[in-house]
Each structure stands twice: as structure tokens, then as C-alpha cells.
């Protein structure tokens, strides 16, 4: 099983739609969530960090974590069509005062106008 | 702030060839780390580097080496290329690489191996 697991999607939404995007994570050692999001031919951009369980909200988008379920999710509020891009969820492995992040495959999201 | 920045951006190369990329990390940042990222396995750590050591380093045979200069500045090197290392290479820098340091990605290296 692989530490993170994300559903690879694709998913197509239309416009002002809400989004939920989802991951799963086996390791219970301490450790951060965050959600990148990537526009086709450019690297990863953070779009939201957590390490506890709970929400956290941040304009349109909201990170949540359930640790006893070990499950973490975005919610984007009022898609647009500007949101169309890869969303990895990734979660922190720390080694030795080495910390590595560990992602999901990530998930295609395309906003219909 | 200057970003992250990887050279080239685009590379070509045929199997059995050697190959360096580069990275200039966020000035002020300290650790870089390299990412591996296929449309098969997803992003996969490589290596990072802090202070010119590496100090973690993924699961990946020996052909893939990186090092990391006095200004923070890393290549890293993949010799006798396989096909299977058709990938894109991200960099990503962060200010001591240690718990809770947010990790800022390069644009990444498209590599072709033919």
C-alpha cells in the first residue's frame, strides 16, 4: 500500500461548482499535510499546509484532516475555470532532521466555463 | 523574491548517455531537495541536500547522484540513461529542509531519453 493515496480523477465540474478532492494516508507518525496544485508544464505551487486535525480555510479553498481516519481533503468553494489543474496531496516524512515529502499521485481537475 | 530555477528546462538524451541538471534554490534557502515526477509513479523524493550533504536520500539505483555547493546552488547527475528515466525533475528549496519547512517547487527539467 502506498503511503498516500489520492483518486487520480480526472474530474470535470462546471463552473461555481463545489469540488472535493480526497486522500488517504497509512503512517501515523507525527507530520504535516499540505495541497499543491500544478498548471500542465509548470512545477508544484502550495496552495495549503495543516498538521492538525481540522479545518483551514483559506479564501475559496479549505484543507481538512481527520487523523483518527487518517483521511485529508480540499474543498474548493466557486470553481473556476482558472482552478483547472493537477491538485497533489502530500504529506511529510521526516528522517535524521531530513524532512522528504511523500505525495499522492494527484488528482486532474477541469472547471467548465 | 527571485523563485526557484532549474536548467535547461527541456533536454534531450540518448540511452547510455549522462546527463546534469541544475537548481538555484530561493536566495536564503539552504536545503534543496529533488523530486522525480512520471505520469506512472507520480512525484517520488530523489535526494536533499543541507550545508553541501545529503542528508536523505530516496529509493533510486546509484546512477542518480546530486551534490549541493557552498552557495546553496545543487546539480544533480544521472549516468548510463535508461528510457525509464524519461521524466520531469523537480527541485524544490526550502530555508533548513527540517519539520513544518515549506517546500517551494522549480518549474523542473522535462528529460526525453531515446
Known amino acids: 500500500q502506498k503511503e498516500v493515496e489520492q483518486d487520480p480523477g480526472p474530474l470535470s465540474v462546471p463552473e461555481g461548482a463545489i469540488v472535493s478532492l480526497n486522500c488517504t494516508y497509512s503512517?501515523?507518525?507525527?507530520?504535516?499535510f499540505m495541497w499543491y496544485r500544478q498548471y500542465s508544464r509548470k512545477g508544484p505551487e502550495l496552495l495549503m499546509y495543516?498538521?492538525?486535525?481540522g479545518n483551514k480555510e483559506d479564501g475559496r479553498f479549505t484543507a481538512q484532516v481527520d487523523k483518527s481516519s487518517k483521511y485529508i481533503s480540499l474543498f474548493i468553494r466557486d470553481s473556476q475555470p482558472s482552478d483547472s489543474a493537477t491538485y497533489l496531496c502530500?504529506?511529510?516524512?521526516?528522517?535524521?532532521?531530513?524532512?522528504?515529502?511523500?505525495f499522492g499521485k494527484g488528482t486532474k481537475l477541469t472547471v467548465n466555463p | 523574491k527571485a523563485g526557484v530555477t532549474q536548467t535547461p528546462r527541456y533536454l534531450i538524451k540518448t540511452r547510455g548517455q549522462q546527463v546534469t541538471l541544475s537548481c538555484s534554490p530561493i536566495?536564503?534557502?539552504?536545503?534543496v531537495s529533488w523530486y522525480q515526477q512520471t505520469p506512472g509513479q507520480g512525484l517520488q523524493f530523489l535526494f536533499e541536500?543541507?550545508?553541501?550533504?545529503?542528508?536523505n536520500k530516496g529509493n533510486f539505483p546509484g546512477r542518480f547522484s546530486g551534490r549541493q555547493f557552498s552557495n546553496s546552488r545543487s546539480e544533480m547527475n544521472v549516468s548510463t540513461l535508461e528510457l525509464g528515466d524519461s521524466a520531469l525533475y523537480l527541485c524544490?528549496?526550502?530555508?533548513?529542509?527540517?519539520?513544518?519547512?515549506?517546500?517551494?517547487f522549480g518549474p523542473g527539467t522535462r528529460l526525453t531519453v531515446l
Open positions: 503512517n501515523s507518525a507525527f507530520q504535516y
Open positions: 495543516t498538521y492538525s486535525s
Open positions: 536566495s536564503g534557502h539552504r536545503s
Open positions: 502530500a504529506k511529510t516524512d521526516s528522517q535524521g532532521g531530513s524532512e522528504k515529502l511523500v
Open positions: 524544490a528549496s526550502s530555508l533548513g529542509g527540517g519539520a513544518g519547512d515549506t517546500q517551494y
Open positions: 541536500y543541507f550545508s553541501e550533504t545529503q542528508r
